[in-house]
């Protein structure tokens, strides 16, 4: 039996992950980008022919990967949608090249990079497509909450029609699909899709076209745990799925230890990391080369990206924090930030509506229903916070911004802007003198 040629769309741009600058392929989660994730988990499914159709920041990136030697990648130089990422991928034009020709006759699977799965879901849809009984397998996904993706519509197993991208409420099904998608024969796709490539959505209209005409087309129900990045927020829901699906079995570098601290639970610590007396590591948790968690520090189910600093008293729980980030007696709960993001002494990154609801954040001009009861700052990199100052839940701070010290933020702050607190002080003379024999102050000593 051939095996198929699987084809890697990582294409996007990912316009909704403002403030995040970073491709989101490019992420590092546990020390490696979620692209080499992806292609590891491909890898461990048995694939060996793979084409990855990428922009020029993930091409650069893959031509230094290590233990992926046989990649062909194909350059979609703008983000024109996944039906020309897969016409690419189908007819080559190789920026890399190390395999053979691919056999005419050879199936195909498409695969969102983007997505985080079990690898045995790739095999599960390899024994379907070789069964022969159906010419095209989809995954689908069964989801309690909305998701922003294409639903399947189903008849028998069979798919009738991909709806992508209903309105809340508008779903056809709960079923969410998935791209892991099986061809027999990719020549079907290759007839359709040059007509319709003025369509954003002209993967999904070609799928429908097939559906309608005849071909069949089997629906397969995944169970396996699954992710996608659309959000700045969904780094944290993709964390979770690392740290429990794909945490490494090693333990890492030993760290350097002052004094008496506390480390529970799986954590990896790479090469030159400090604890200093009093602190305190809690796992699930990656600690990043060159960081230092100070003195009674707290960090718990976090990922802390390269050379940051934890400084006395911060607590860092349930975040992902990027490269050469600075912290003193701060809480971060539950925030997502870039790399060289800087918080002032007694800077506090809120996580919780007092009226317990979920947290909504803006995309755009759009306000989303994060679906988090938990959500704290999204912060862009470069961006620095004054002592003192406040942000509140799902709050984003742009690219190269400043907060002042002192003060609330509460909307969204721009790239590049510099939000401060005006204040009116006014003085006056004292009129009252306070004496060393100040009674309550005595009082109270006497009953220490």
Same mark, same amino acid.
């Given at each position: 039996?051939?095996?198929? !040629?699987?084809?890697?769309?990582?294409?996007?741009?990912?316009?909704?992950?403002?403030?995040?600058?970073?491709? &989101?392929?490019?992420?590092?989660?546990?020390?490696?980008?979620?692209?080499?994730?992806?292609?590891?988990?491909?890898? &461990?499914?048995?694939?060996?022919?793979?084409?990855?159709?990428?922009?020029? +920041?993930?091409?650069?990136?893959?031509?230094?990967?290590?233990?992926?030697?046989?990649?062909?990648?194909?350059?979609?130089?703008?983000?024109?949608?996944?039906?020309?990422?897969?016409?690419?991928?189908?007819?080559?034009?190789? $920026?890399?090249?190390?395999?053979?020709?691919?056999?005419?006759?050879?199936?195909?699977? $498409?695969?969102?990079?983007?997505?985080?799965?079990?690898?045995?879901?790739?095999? *599960?849809?390899?024994?379907?497509?070789?069964?022969?009984?159906?010419?095209?397998?989809?995954?689908?996904?069964?989801?309690? /909450?909305?998701?922003?993706?294409?639903?399947? !519509?189903?008849?028998?197993?069979?798919?009738?029609?991909?709806?992508?991208?209903?309105?809340? %409420?508008?779903?056809?099904?709960?079923?969410? &699909?998935?791209?892991?998608?099986?061809?027999?024969?990719?020549?079907?796709?290759?007839?359709?899709?040059?007509?319709?490539?003025?369509?954003?959505?002209?993967?999904?209209?070609?799928?429908?076209?097939?559906?309608?005409?005849?071909?069949?087309?089997?629906?397969?129900?995944?169970?396996?745990?699954?992710?996608?990045?659309?959000?700045?927020?969904?780094?944290?829901?993709?964390?979770?799925?690392?740290?429990?699906?794909?945490?490494?079995?090693?333990?890492? *570098?030993?760290?350097?230890?002052?004094?008496?601290?506390?480390?529970?639970?799986?954590?990896?610590?790479?090469?030159?990391?400090?604890?200093?007396?009093?602190?305190?590591?809690?796992?699930?948790?990656?600690? %990043?080369?060159?960081?230092?968690?100070?003195?009674?520090?707290?960090?718990?189910?976090?990922?802390?990206?390269?050379?940051? $600093?934890?400084?006395?008293?911060?607590?860092?729980?349930?975040?992902?924090?990027?490269?050469?980030?600075?912290?003193?007696?701060?809480?971060?709960?539950?925030?997502?930030?870039?790399?060289?993001?800087?918080?002032?002494?007694?800077?506090?990154? +809120?996580?919780?509506?007092?009226?317990?609801?979920?947290?909504?954040?803006?995309?755009?001009?759009?306000?989303?229903?994060?679906?988090?009861?938990?959500?704290?700052?999204?912060?862009?990199?470069?961006? !620095?916070? %004054?002592?003192?100052?406040?942000?509140?839940?799902?709050? &984003?701070?742009?690219?190269?911004?400043?907060?002042?010290?002192?003060?609330?933020?509460?909307?969204?702050?721009? /790239?590049?802007?510099?939000?401060?607190?005006?204040?009116?002080?006014?003085?006056?003379?004292?009129?009252?003198?306070?004496?060393?024999?100040? *009674?309550?102050? *005595?009082?109270?000593?006497?009953?220490?």
């Amino acid at each position: 039996m051939i095996k198929p !040629k699987a084809i890697i769309l990582a294409g996007g741009i990912g316009k909704r992950m403002w403030p995040i600058k970073t491709n &989101k392929l490019l992420l590092p989660f546990l020390g490696r980008p979620l692209i080499f994730h992806t292609l590891e988990a491909i890898k &461990k499914a048995g694939i060996g022919d793979l084409v990855v159709v990428g922009r020029p +920041a993930i091409i650069s990136q893959l031509e230094k990967m290590v233990g992926f030697p046989d990649i062909q990648v194909v350059l979609q130089p703008k983000p024109t949608g996944l039906g020309e990422a897969v016409i690419k991928g189908l007819k080559g034009d190789f $920026v890399l090249k190390g395999l053979k020709k691919a056999k005419k006759s050879q199936p195909i699977l $498409v695969i969102n990079a983007n997505d985080i799965f079990d690898p045995d879901l790739i095999k *599960q849809i390899i024994r379907t497509g070789e069964e022969g009984k159906s010419e095209i397998i989809i995954p689908g996904l069964r989801v309690k /909450e909305y998701f922003p993706g294409g639903y399947l !519509k189903i008849k028998k197993g069979q798919l009738e029609k991909v709806v992508e991208k209903p309105l809340p %409420g508008k779903e056809p099904t709960n079923l969410v &699909k998935l791209v892991v998608d099986y061809f027999k024969n990719s020549d079907d796709l290759l007839k359709i899709l040059p007509q319709i490539l003025d369509r954003p959505d002209s993967y999904e209209m070609a799928i429908n076209q097939l559906a309608k005409s005849g071909v069949k087309i089997r629906v397969v129900r995944y169970k396996g745990f699954w992710g996608s990045i659309k959000y700045p927020w969904d780094i944290l829901r993709a964390m979770n799925l690392f740290f429990k699906h794909r945490f490494p079995k090693q333990k890492g *570098q030993k760290p350097l230890v002052s004094g008496p601290v506390t480390v529970t639970g799986p954590v990896v610590f790479e090469e030159g990391v400090k604890i200093l007396e009093g602190a305190k590591v809690r796992g699930p948790a990656y600690i %990043g080369a060159g960081t230092i968690i100070g003195n009674q520090a707290l960090v718990r189910e976090s990922i802390i990206g390269k050379n940051c $600093v934890v400084g006395y008293g911060t607590e860092i729980a349930r975040s992902y924090v990027g490269d050469n980030c600075w912290f003193h007696t701060n809480y971060v709960g539950d925030s997502v930030l870039e790399e060289n993001v800087s918080l002032g002494a007694g800077t506090v990154l +809120a996580n919780l509506r007092f009226d317990e609801q979920k947290v909504k954040s803006l995309a755009g001009k759009q306000k989303i229903n994060t679906n988090l009861e938990k959500l704290g700052a999204i912060i862009g990199r470069n961006a !620095k916070v %004054g002592v003192n100052a406040s942000v509140m839940p799902g709050v &984003k701070i742009g690219t190269n911004s400043l907060v002042g010290p002192g003060a609330v933020l509460e909307k969204d702050l721009p /790239e590049n802007k510099f939000c401060y607190l005006k204040q009116s002080l006014k003085t006056r003379k004292n009129k009252k003198l306070f004496s060393l024999k100040n *009674q309550l102050r *005595q009082k109270a000593r006497k009953k220490i």
